[in-house]
């Protein structure tokens, strides 16, 4: 546990202190973000808010990844479960975080360049997106650790792998890019308020940080090293997500309403890869739409108001994604942003809820 908390407290120091230095920075550079015509009238105001700001947190997670092993090497003594240096899982869900975020860069990267809302066309993105899950798919499915178990899983699982939806490797590798794609997307479409996208996936960090350190501290047997979950390395999975939800949380001081600076798609994409890998690192695929249901609304508004409008030629919604909506009826963003925390949140508990339901029920 001690790991956890340093790596999260490193995180959160770095991100509070060397945003302010991020913003002057892009501020220099005039990153700024471009605003679209077609958006809700008071978002014109926020042009030339710097942007990249995912930059940042990405950055203070893997400096605090570092943080938290240096914490171990100090407080505990090396175990099969509880290594010093760095795993494949930390491979795999840091990879995934830094190479989802590098797709998200490019596009804010095209869209400061040429000065327009439009970046990564949406199959730049896609294939992007797509290569970054089918490579650290690969990793995940084929390097197993001394026991056999590797990062992914030959199983559809729910709050465990379920024994009777077997995939195999290569529908794991194809499963495993889907979940990737999905969740960036899903995170995505949520940014676009000051700080919405930000408290959001600290919720669902927090709870994997929480799902992560109980695989690791529940065994089911005899041995140190029998886990009541499949997991491989679910210390490293609490340890990625803790620091991630502290990178965070210093990040949001300065990206709360009115924001000095936005995460842009680079911390965007980057959450939402990072978020699909810890779902199939800890087996709990299916409960990610769950702990994720604000994401998933959002994204359905979106995929709802393009049905209706190609085959009727009419609008469910003021404006897609849904957040935008309810600006043009006319809640604050203040207002919007915590009322979606809040269905964030119920979500989190409702899958938390399941996860602990199944741990009891396993328990007797």
């Given amino acids: 546990m001690r790991s956890v908390i340093v790596a999260a407290f490193v995180a959160f120091a770095f991100t509070l202190f060397f945003t302010p230095i991020a913003i002057k920075f892009f501020r220099r550079l005039k990153v700024g973000q471009p605003i679209r015509e077609l958006g809700p009238a008071t978002h014109q105001g926020k042009q030339g808010t710097p942007t990249m700001g995912g930059v940042v947190f990405i950055l203070a997670t893997v400096i605090a990844y570092i943080a938290g092993h240096v914490a171990l090497v100090l407080s505990l003594p090396p175990t099969p479960t509880r290594p010093y240096g760095p795993t494949v899982t930390g491979m795999v869900l840091l990879g995934l975080f830094v190479f989802t975020g590098l797709v998200g860069f490019i596009d804010d990267y095209l869209k400061v360049r040429k000065r327009n809302s439009l970046g990564l066309n949406e199959r730049g993105k896609l294939i992007g997106l797509l290569m970054a899950g089918i490579g650290f798919g690969v990793v995940a499915m084929y390097f197993p650790n001394h026991e056999g178990v ?55 960090l927090t709870a994997y940080s929480v799902i992560g350190f109980w695989q ?30 502290g990178a965070l949380f210093g990040f949001l001081w300065w990206n709360a309403s009115p924001a000095k600076i936005f995460m842009g798609d680079s911390g965007a994409l980057g959450l939402g890869g990072l978020i699909g890998g810890l779902a199939m690192a800890t087996k709990t695929i299916m409960l990610l739409p769950i702990l994720g249901a604000l994401f998933v609304i959002v994204t359905m508004s979106v995929i709802i108001q393009r049905i209706s409008y190609k085959s009727t030629g009419r609008r469910v919604f003021r404006m897609a994604p849904l957040q935008h909506h309810f600006e043009l009826v006319g809640w ?11 269905v964030c949140g119920i979500g989190v508990a409702i899958g938390l809820g399941f996860f602990y339901a199944d741990f009891l029920a396993a328990a007797g």
């Fill in 150 to 204: 590797t990062v992914g899983s030959e199983y559809v699982s729910f709050v465990k792998d379920v024994d009777w939806l077997h995939i195999g490797k290569v529908g794991a590798i194809v499963v495993f890019a889907f979940v990737v794609i999905s969740a960036s997307n899903g995170v995505n479409l949520t940014d676009g308020l000051d700080g919405l996208a930000t408290g959001s996936s600290m919720m669902v």
């Fill in 216 to 245: 690791y501290r529940h065994v089911c047997g005899d041995s140190p090293t029998e886990y009541c979950y499949q997991v491989r390395d679910p210390l490293e999975i609490a340890l990625i997500a803790g620091a991630a939800v």
């Fill in 332 to 342: 604050t963003e203040v207002n919007i942003v915590i009322r979606f925390w809040i």
